[in-house]
């Protein structure tokens, strides 16, 4: 989508009282220029968490994750999404409300056709009827000399700009978040299969505590510890059975589907791509959708700051009216039944009780708002990119050493069966090996998926296109 507002206005007038008045009030140059830069602290050459090549973030950074499930459920929900269609809606609201607030600097012609009926009554001499047919033409124009209209209008334009770069920011948004879901619901599957094997090697433990029960070798203790490490993972695969519900029907609204839970998604969590390329610092403020609606929203303030000062200036208006009046329908084509009236109108304000003036300092501190939102929504970018390449870099050396957990305790887990049926260990040291196996398998799928999700936010944070 573009915002474009083509052909808006008449031609400014110039008139050398500008000069003089508007001298008065600082100049008839007044909306600053303002700096994409200025973010309140100084931006640095390259990003610190990271000596990666200044590179350009991905357009397509979904595709990188060579999963063509992820794509379609992707594209699905940019298309379907409800959120993201209100988001569309707002913008074309902007864009017309743009409009309307420009129509004020062309002339507004209106028709009014019409029938008129009287009765006269005069004493003595009866009542005389008649009636006139009349079509007549009205016109209303403000001069938009000093550009009061035109500024307001500019600032509505701003703010449409602003909308539709929240509308990209929440198709980037909706993009990550149903990556998000999608690889979260893939680790919950994974999770529950894990205490679904987890399941299986308790029944395992409790099947020969239970035949070294019947034997004599061991005490009832130890069963009774055997049943309860079982009861305890079968709570766990129910916990890890409703999250999967939960997730599924967490991403089919963001699909725009039913919540069914009929969702079939894979069980399995790719490799995050290569580390990412992440460009220069002082390329965010022109790539991120947010950073760039608030700049847009700090300029719409700016000429709305513009519009109210201009308004203690005097306003010009022409109004004009014509048509033809006739007591035959016919006649009205008649040149003799034209009637007209040209006005021009001058309006200075004198004394409005502090109205003009209180807008002006309303608008001046609101536009002071919008330049500390501005920076905040900057730093807060450069934050997020900072603090996930950072991540990055600690979450790759915490599933290496997750991973070697998961292939220890497993060893660990053979070794603790074998001494157990040989006497060599107590049933707390049994289970406590399964229990870490258990512990760290879960362990490792959540920071594969944490690995992830912390690319996808990198993306996000970088403002990449989908």
């Keep these: 989508m573009s915002v474009t507002m083509d052909g808006i206005g008449p031609s400014r007038l110039s008139i050398t009282f500008c000069g003089l008045v508007l001298a008065l009030l600082g100049g008839c140059g007044t909306i600053p220029e303002r700096d994409v830069n200025d973010v309140g602290a100084p931006i640095p050459s390259a990003w610190t968490a990271t000596a990666s090549p200044q590179e350009a973030v991905s357009e397509h950074w979904v595709e990188t994750f060579a999963d063509s499930t992820l794509n379609a459920l992707v594209s699905e929900a940019l298309a379907s999404n409800y959120d993201l269609k209100a988001a569309a809606a707002r913008v074309e609201a902007a864009r017309q409300q743009a409009r309307i607030d420009g129509a004020g600097r062309w002339p507004q012609l209106y028709f009014s056709p019409g029938y008129e ?4 009554r005069s004493a ?9 047919f ?32 929240d509308f990209h920011a929440a198709r980037l948004s909706l993009a990550a978040r149903t990556a998000q879901a999608y690889f979260e619901l893939a680790e919950a599957k994974l999770q529950a299969e894990v205490a679904e094997q987890s399941i299986r090697d308790r029944r395992t433990i409790v099947e020969l505590v239970r035949g070294r029960f019947t034997r004599g070798l061991t005490r009832g203790l130890d069963l009774r510890l055997a049943l309860t490490d079982l009861a305890n993972a079968e709570a766990q695969l129910a916990a890890a059975r409703n999250r999967v519900q939960a997730i599924t029907r967490l991403l089919e609204v963001l699909l725009g589907r039913y919540p069914a839970a009929d969702l079939t998604i894979t069980a399995s969590l790719p490799d995050p791509p290569a580390p990412l390329s992440a460009g220069v610092p002082s390329e965010l403020l022109g790539r991120r959708p947010d950073v760039i609606a608030a700049f847009e929203r700090l300029h719409a303030s700016d000429f709305r700051v513009e519009s109210a000062r201009k308004a203690l200036l005097p306003r010009i208006a022409l109004t004009a009216s014509g048509g033809t009046r006739s007591p035959a329908l016919t006649e009205l084509v008649d040149p003799r039944a034209a009637v007209w009236n040209v006005a021009m109108g001058f309006l200075q304000p004198l004394f409005t009780g502090g109205r003009i003036m209180g807008e002006i300092r309303l608008n001046r501190a609101l536009t002071e708002e919008a330049l500390n939102r501005y920076k905040n929504t900057a730093l807060n970018a450069f934050r997020e990119v900072e603090q996930s390449l950072a991540a990055e870099e600690w979450l790759r050396e915490q599933e290496q050493a997750l991973r070697e957990a998961v292939e220890q305790t497993e060893a660990s887990q053979k070794l603790a069966i074998y001494s157990y049926r040989h006497g060599f260990i107590e049933i707390l040291t049994l289970l406590d090996s399964y229990r870490s196996t258990l512990n760290a398998q879960s362990a490792h799928l959540a920071i594969k998926r944490q690995l992830l999700n912390n690319r996808i936010g990198l993306y996000l944070a970088l403002g990449g296109g989908v």
């Design 117 to 120: 009926r009287a009765q006269v």
């Design 124 to 132: 003595g001499f009866g009542s005389t009827e008649f009636g006139a």
């Design 134 to 165: 009349e079509a007549l033409f009205s016109l209303d124009w403000e001069l938009d000399v000093w550009g009061r209209i035109r500024a307001f209008q500019q600032a509505s334009v701003s703010e449409a700009v602003a909308t539709e770069a």
